[in-house]
């Protein structure tokens, strides 16, 4: 049950991983939550996935995070009477609303949010940033541009607007059925896409009323500078670096990895990285080496959890895929620099008692050598706290909700335990004691420190640090 890595590895699922020896094989790899791609499949794929997944749960007796992903608004042009054409750079080109097939000169744009947005002298990115267009003259319907960076244009190709927020809605309508089917579902973690504006954020929140976390996917300029705000009003949020790295120069998207997850870790949210981690394992059974230094680098940044998405969706190598994502973090966690860089990052604690008692737990076990600090949790807000101190000691959590134990599942250093509340205060040492030694934290003897609050199943009530020596009792856990 016990993985001693403490960055999570989330893994999507999809033609290559949807059966359930295949996803069973990726949960034993390291894979400690699974993402369902809204943008892919059916309801009725979507379904059976998340079934087998929680299949795979009961058999391993590990509580396991399902997170579904929103398709978002596609932006994108309109079709070529001959499939595609030639841009080359400087020549002149249209894009209208006008609804017939293109040519080298013009080609529908059937989003008149574009044209209320954009400005003379300001770029459009076509084709995940392969195309570069420099806007001229805008009119109602009609957009002239200068091609700054030519080639070859296809059918239906993505547009990306990085110099404005556009008044488009974060959820579309298939987004909100997406939703819905989802949280009937009963996934643990919605992914939001296309968040421009903290206001997006309160709209999804309003609609999924405390069913699931929202993931604030971070993929645009205007999304980066209100991080904070953003941060806010989450409970998680993913560096998207593939639409970030289009919408912003490439050289920008490290440096705003590495911000965006410490403004995470200071709020106490979980920060995923993700976008071509391991790409080149689609194809090929080995990574780059360029590949192992950005799982690390997202590693050595304080991640709470890593991504892997057409590697194990659609690749040929899934289960070495997250192998090989669970060895590069385990050896980079095993790196003296790797503690020094989380404690050089560590976040002061707010004035509240349960602040408090969780910086108080870290500093406790690193000095007595406890085996580990076990966190009871009915919310997950004591177990989160834990978290965001980054305590050398391992971090057990028990807590009587089955949901909380999968939503913690993508936060760092978390094991999670499904088990019966604590009744009173020698019952909540026993059980800590009890689990600590059955699941291999500590043997008889050992002393562990203990995270509580009181009264036990009151949340938000973290008022509780003991210190206790494992002792040979067995009770229900």
């Given at each position: 049950m016990h993985r001693p890595r403490r960055t999570r590895i989330i893994a999507t699922l999809g033609p290559a991983s949807d059966n359930f020896e295949m996803i069973k094989k990726l949960s034993e790899a390291g894979a400690d939550v699974f993402r369902l791609n809204m943008s892919h499949?059916?309801?009725?794929?979507?379904?059976?996935?998340y079934n087998i997944v929680r299949e795979v749960e009961k058999e391993t007796g590990r509580p396991i995070g399902v997170l579904a992903d929103l398709q978002g608004p596609k932006l994108r042009i309109g079709e070529f009477s001959g499939g595609s054409i030639d841009l080359e750079t400087g020549q002149t080109f249209i894009l209208d609303m006008i609804d017939t097939p293109g040519d080298e000169k013009r080609v529908q744009l059937p989003h008149p949010e574009i044209y209320e947005a954009v400005q003379p002298n300001t770029e459009l990115l076509l084709n995940d940033g392969k195309i570069r267009l420099l806007i001229d003259k805008v009119e109602k319907?009609?957009?002239?541009?200068?091609v700054k960076v030519g080639g070859e244009l296809s059918n239906r190709k993505g547009v990306n607007v990085p110099s404005a927020i556009l008044p488009l809605a974060a959820l579309t309508e298939k987004d909100k059925k997406d939703l819905s089917f989802a949280l009937d579902l009963g996934v643990d973690w919605i992914a939001l896409s296309f968040v421009q504006r903290p206001e997006d954020v309160k709209e999804a929140r309003n609609l999924v009323d405390g069913r699931a976390s929202i993931m604030a996917k971070i993929e645009k300029p205007s999304a980066v500078h209100a991080i904070d705000e953003i941060i806010a009003l989450s409970d998680g949020v993913m560096v998207a670096?593939?639409?970030?790295?289009v919408e912003m120069p490439m050289e920008q998207v490290p440096p705003k990895q590495k911000k965006i997850i410490r403004h995470a870790r200071r709020a106490g949210i979980p920060a995923v990285v993700a976008t071509q981690m391991l790409?080149?394992?689609i194809t090929s059974p080995v990574p780059t080496r360029a590949e192992v230094s950005?799982?690390?680098n997202a590693v050595f940044d304080g991640a709470d959890a890593i991504m892997l998405s057409a590697e194990s969706a659609a690749g040929m190598y899934p289960e070495e895929a997250v192998s090989m994502m669970n060895r590069i973090a385990l050896s980079i966690e095993r790196e003296p620099s790797y503690r020094r860089m989380l404690n050089r990052d560590s976040t002061m604690p707010e004035a509240t008692t349960a602040d408090a008692i969780s910086a108080a737990a870290k500093q406790v076990a690193k000095t007595i050598e406890a085996q580990a600090i076990v966190c009871y949790t009915g919310s997950g807000s004591t177990a989160l706290r834990a978290s965001r101190?980054?305590?050398?000691?391992?971090l057990l959590v028990l807590t009587p909700n089955i949901g909380t134990a999968r939503r913690l599942a993508l936060v760092w250093g978390l094991n999670c335990v499904y088990s019966q509340d604590a009744v009173n205060f020698q019952d909540m040492i026993d059980k800590a004691c009890t689990v600590c030694h059955e699941y291999g934290y500590a043997a008889i003897d050992d002393r562990i420190v203990i995270m509580a609050g009181m009264p036990f199943g009151t949340p938000g009530k973290t008022n509780v640090l003991r210190i206790s020596r494992v002792q040979n009792s067995h009770v229900k856990i």
């Open positions: 499949g059916d309801h009725a794929t979507t379904t059976k996935l319907q009609k957009i002239t541009t200068t670096r593939g639409d970030m790295g790409e080149s394992m950005d799982v690390a101190e980054r305590p050398q000691a391992p």
